[in-house]
């Protein structure tokens, strides 16, 4: 190695104190992954000890409508005052809430202390995601954000074992106080390491835009958690769609007029950002939106036990991680990202074509494949969306570029769940429409009502024909799923072929 790539190879290399931060955003990060996980084995026990079991639902919506409405603050006001104070305040509300929910008298207590936790915790994502983004140079960033999806793997895999493990030994209430010890790290090591942004001029936060972005935010992502739930003509189910347009216009209109916008729509001028921007969301609909139904999917066609299933999707997420990771190291080396994405997504497009002919015939083996060529797809598309738009970014609006990011796929998921549920519904009542009378009556709640334990109660016969239609009646689910990655990947051509650069520019 020369003398010129030696110098070159020590400078690329951080030091002690940007490792530190570093780490400390990543370990932020799991926080919020895990605390969207380890809730869930716990979620029996919580309505056995405080009752109203009809708002359980609300304990994860909460969390999820909380966080979705501040991210935007958090990267704008990050870009403004410096990510340090924001982080800070983003962990103590994490904490706080944390705290409020193991102590918990009651659900509709523990419903506003997940609000508090949810307050914090968007926070946590998009300041640890822009803290990335400003630490590193585009070609390193790349490499760093890739390491970012080891910590969703495990906070995914950890969270509902470590979740059901800390609520049979120490009770439900210790899935939330467990965060106290982490969050107090996280807390010194930013405080001690991370330089505070010198005020160099009076800033005028844009509230009425924010909250404005907020209202439509929450009312769509509400709407679409709630449509699935509710006659077609349910008052919220015509409100909300209409609440959230209005907010939405009324944002932009303000945000032309605005001196500091929450959301610069200069960023939209950008054709890589806005490309980003509705690939997210269209990927926040094929993943984390269908992750729900393709599980319960899964479970009826494979009659595997929870356990066993689980580790099924281990190869998945272990694809995530390793993927992400040499999509890094490809984007860093070459400077080169648009291929990735557009091969993830185009993956997509043949794994849905493949779920849609799958059958309880299907080999495992088979099955286990699929999963590791999702997580591949998965592993080349996310984290390079989020590089991509970074590095379009001027570095004074990245974390209202990381923020933009971030929600639009919080977005997506929720449609989501939305729409890749009433497909599933109308899909399989057609379905059992068509089944004979003998099969049907053994039905009453029909195929969509069909659980694996009500499979098993089913005569031989008549499960088999049932298991058959069930496979049959969820293909268009699939098919809509494809046609939703089709679209990203049709979308992604037409991103400019840029080179990252190797130094950002401010």
Known sequence: MTIEAQATAAASRPDRSTLLIYLSALTAMFMAVLDMNIVVTAMPTIAHDLGDVSLLGWVGAAYLLSSAAVSPFYGKLGDMYGRKSIVVFAVAAFLAGSLLCGLAWSMPALIAARVVQGIGGGGLMVSAFAIIG????????????????????????????????????FGWRSVFLVNMPIGVLVLAAILLFMQRKPATAHHKVDILGGVLLAIGTVAIVYWSNHVLEAPVLDAWNIALPLVGIAAIIAFILVERRAAEPIVPLRLFANRTISLVVIASVLGGMVTLGLYFYFALFMQMITQLAPGPLGLLFLPMSVAVAVTSVAAGWLMAATGRYKWLPVIGMALGVFLMAGYAVMDD?????????????????????????????????????????????????????????????????????????????????????????????????????????????YAHGFAPTYWAAGGLYLAATILLLFLPNNQIPKHQGR
């Open 134 to 169: 400003e630490l590193f140079e585009p070609r390193e960033r790349a490499k760093y954000q890739g390491y970012s999806s080891i910590v969703f793997t495990v906070g995914t895999v950890v969270g509902p074992v470590g979740g059901g493990y800390l609520t049979d030994l």
């Open 361 to 469: 015939h299907t080999p495992l083996w088979l099955i286990g494949l699929t999963y590791l060529v999702f997580g591949i797809s998965m592993g080349l598309t996310m984290q390079t969306l989020l590089v991509a738009i970074q590095t379009a970014a001027p570095l004074k609006d990245i974390g209202a570029a990381t923020g933009l990011a971030t929600q639009a796929r919080t977005i997506g998921a929720s449609l989501g769940l939305g729409v890749n549920g009433g497909v599933m519904a109308m899909a399989l009542h057609h379905a059992t429409a068509a089944l004979p009378a003998n099969v049907a009556s053994a039905l009453p709640g029909g195929l969509g009502g069909l659980t694996p334990k009500g499979l098993e109660a089913l005569p031989a016969s008549v499960r088999e024909l049932a298991l058959n239609a």
